[in-house]
């Protein structure tokens, strides 16, 4: 089972990417799925999570209301799209599955790394001003 992320690069402030996350081995819509990131010298952060059990979404107060979470079950794909993109988003970016499964609260667990238990090997976000 893995999870490969695509999808980054380098954008200017103001601009748009969609990253996405193809999942192999296992469905990824069965799994609760969460996108995290990293910034150089930063603790992994979480950006936002959707539950398997009902489909809600949870999103971190620094990217509420300019990231999407959304996956596509026949693709087996998870995408993150993200607008009005600022510096400060610059960071290497990972989707990550909730394997055991063990997240019930999306807005406190969802945003855990510690919760997950398959992760990618992240794609690369730079946003220049």
């Known amino acids: 089972v893995q999870l490969v992320e695509s999808g980054g690069g380098q954008v200017q402030a103001g601009g748009s990417l969609r990253l996405s996350c193809a999942a192999s081995?296992?469905?990824?819509?069965?799994?609760?799925l969460g996108w995290f990131r990293q910034a150089p010298g930063k603790a992994r952060e979480g950006v936002g999570c959707?539950?398997?059990?009902?489909?809600?979404?949870a999103y971190s107060d620094s990217v509420r209301g300019r990231f999407t979470i959304s996956w596509n079950r026949a693709e087996n794909m998870a995408y993150l799209q993200m607008n009005s993109l600022q510096p400060e988003d610059t960071a290497v970016y990972y989707c990550a599955s909730d394997w055991e499964p063990t997240v019930v609260d999306a807005n406190v667990q969802g945003l855990d790394p510690w919760e997950y238990d398959i992760w990618g090997r992240g794609t690369t976000v730079t946003v220049s001003s």
């Open positions: 081995g296992f469905n990824v819509a069965d799994y609760t």
């Open positions: 959707k539950l398997a059990i009902d489909g809600h979404t």
